[in-house]
């Protein structure tokens, strides 16, 4: 029996040898394992992170986008109303009465002879107004002037333009900003 010994007690060692190396094989996978879950657990935690910040971005670009949509909304509307102001001006200006037109013509001969002595002025076709009227050399009736006058010296080489659209362009353009802040506060 000394055989069945010998064969017993290598198969006993053979089995522990094998249980040893299982049992460290066991603990390097349980290590890799360990070591994998952690390494994963890091990357899903950058992933989240990206993500996260990939989806703040994407609301500030979305919520600056919508900002500038409504400036754009209001900017024009403004930019609407400012226009109807003007031609609701104009429009005012031109349909003013007579005597009142004549006021203004006189007002904006004056202010011309500064420019110009003895004025020759161009009215609007069908303007009722003399030469004697407005204290000028002469009137000229003329179909390119809606409103408003256009004086010139005798020689033609020295014109002031005084129409309503002029003069009122020129007062819109230099008062834009007190327009607005008076408009739109």
């Known amino acids: 029996m000394a055989l069945d010994d010998v064969v017993s007690e290598i198969k006993n060692a053979a089995e522990q040898t094998a249980a040893g190396i299982l049992a460290e094989a066991d603990k390097d996978v349980a290590a890799i394992m360990a070591e994998a879950d952690k390494e994963i657990s ?25 900002e500038l949509e409504s400036k754009k ?7 609407e109303i400012l226009g109807r102001a003007f031609d609701e001006t104009l429009a005012s200006l031109e349909n003013a009465s007579v005597e009142d ?4 013509y006189k007002k904006m001969v004056a202010a ?10 161009y009215v ?10 407005l204290g000028v050399s002469e009137v000229i009736p003329s179909e390119k002037i809606a409103s408003g006058l256009i004086l ?3 020689d033609g080489s020295l014109q002031v333009d005084m129409q309503y659209r002029t003069i009122l362009q020129s007062v819109w353009d230099r008062e834009m900003k007190t327009l607005s802040d008076i408009l739109f506060g």
Do not use: F, W
């Not at 037109?101 to 203004?104: G, V």
């Not at 609007?124 to 009227?133: E, R």
């Open 42 to 66: 890091a990357m899903k935690e950058k992933e989240d992170k990206k993500l996260a910040e990939s989806v703040e971005r994407l609301k500030r670009q979305e919520l600056s986008s919508a």
């Open 73 to 79: 909304i209001v900017l024009a509307k403004k930019k």
């Open 101 to 104: 037109k004549l006021q203004m």
């Open 112 to 121: 011309g002879k500064s420019v110009i002595d003895n004025p020759k002025v």
């Open 124 to 133: 609007p076709a069908g303007c009722n107004v003399s030469a004697a009227d």
């Open 152 to 154: 010139e010296n005798d």
